[in-house]
């Protein structure tokens, strides 16, 4: 049993998105976490798990307590999602819960003879070298360990359900990430994410148990919604060659947090993300398992023409997002556009493009909107001489899986 879970590439709403509330514009990439799942027998003692995190032998997995530890490894996202599932596989139906749908996952049949199992996971979300792209690593291998588990034993569970499984996982690791990189795995395409408050379903799991923050009424004020993209556009993508750890970051903004600045620099980016949301509804109308045009497509003509005046309200909303993070770098006294980035976005708009960092900024990537294949190539060969490394992406459905 094989499946692959997708990373990701923020659009908009970095950092105001790790608010309770906050939005963002995710899409989901080709690049991501495949994990296999295969048997073992019951003489096998243990259950397994390989990727190159461990080593290059079977690293064997185990429950002390109520979690799951790899050896070696105690605090681990892997180990989470493992402990997630098994929580979740060891639930008790509750009586109550045939009168209320809300609490759909609480009366689902669950297994309870765990069946040991060898996990295989692999990744694409780094170069040749092993630097990481900044795609959303962490997120896609939650992501990928609650879905495959979640067909080896044949558990059923939604996309919903799956992802308040992973996010809860990556929750008893850190509450510092909004979920968005999670959400964009499980559901992916092009989606509009809506943070819950981490820290308090975090705490309702740890005092009260899985169910109880599964079926919480705290998850109505987040939410995913599916977008489809604007026929015409190609997304392109550039890596500036320096990996950033996420966290660190976090943790720079954080010094903004406790002042006037913040409630206003959320509220601005919210609202750029509303507007952006509101062209690519206009556009395409609301729904599910679209994709961006293809780089083919934008070459031959085949796309259809991109409408102008939707283009241009995209551009705005990119650039507003753009600017509430420089606003919040300045404020802060931290850089998010670096100069690769900063090249990058101003190579893109030279060339008439929309463009603007993506995620924590510092280092990864940044993105243009492109709608023809000549704007397309001026920018490919300005990043080159910028040396950005041109990242053949796509945004992936699962129905492509």
């Known amino acids: 049993m094989r499946v692959f879970a997708p990373g990701k590439l923020y659009l908009a709403g970095e950092y105001a998105v790790t608010e309770p509330g906050g939005g963002a514009i995710i899409v989901a990439v080709n690049r991501g976490i ?83 199992c060898a996990i295989a996971i692999s990744s694409n979300l780094q170069a040749a070298n092993g630097e990481k792209y900044g795609l959303g690593s962490s997120g896609a291998v939650v992501a990928a360990v609650v879905r495959a588990l979640t067909d080896f034993y044949q558990l059923g569970y939604s996309q919903e359900q799956q992802y308040r499984l992973a996010l809860l996982a990556s929750c008893t690791i850190s509450t510092a990430g909004s979920g968005g990189d999670i959400a964009a795995s499980i559901f992916g395409g092009w989606i509009r994410y809506h943070a819950p408050d981490r820290a308090a379903l975090a705490a309702i799991h740890r005092k009260q148990g899985l169910q109880a923050a599964l079926t919480s009424e705290l998850w109505e004020f987040g939410g995913v919604t599916p977008l489809r993209p604007v026929p015409g556009v190609e997304l392109v993508v550039g890596w500036t060659g320096a990996p950033v750890l996420t966290d660190e970051m976090l943790e720079k903004a954080a010094r903004v947090r406790q002042t006037p600045l913040w409630p206003e620099f959320v509220a601005r980016s919210n609202a750029c993300v509303a507007r952006f949301a509101a062209e690519l509804e206009a556009a395409g109308v609301t729904g599910a398992g679209a994709s961006a045009a293809s780089a083919t497509d934008v070459v031959a003509g085949e796309a259809g023409a991109a409408d102008v005046a939707v283009v241009a309200e995209l551009a705005a909303a990119v650039e507003c997002a753009g600017g509430a993070l420089r606003q919040l770098s300045a404020a802060g006294g931290f850089t998010i556009e670096t100069v690769r980035l900063r090249a990058l976005r101003e190579t893109a708009a030279a060339a008439g493009a929309a463009s603007k960092s993506s995620g924590a900024g510092g280092g990864d990537c940044g993105f243009a909107l492109v709608t023809n294949a000549a704007q397309r190539e001026r920018i490919l060969a300005g990043w080159e001489r910028a040396q950005i490394k041109h990242l053949d992406l796509e945004v992936y459905n699962h129905e492509q899986q």
């Open 34 to 116: 495949t994990v296999t799942v295969a048997p073992l027998p019951a003489a096998a003692g243990s259950s397994t798990v390989t990727d190159a995190v461990y080593g290059a032998q079977p690293c064997p997995w185990q429950l002390c307590g109520d979690r799951v530890v790899i050896a070696d490894h105690e605090y681990d996202y892997v180990a989470a999602a493992l402990t997630v599932m098994h929580e979740a596989r060891a639930a008790t139906p509750g009586s109550h819960a045939a009168q209320d749908p809300a609490r759909e996952l609480a009366a689902a049949e669950l297994p309870q003879d765990p069946q040991h």
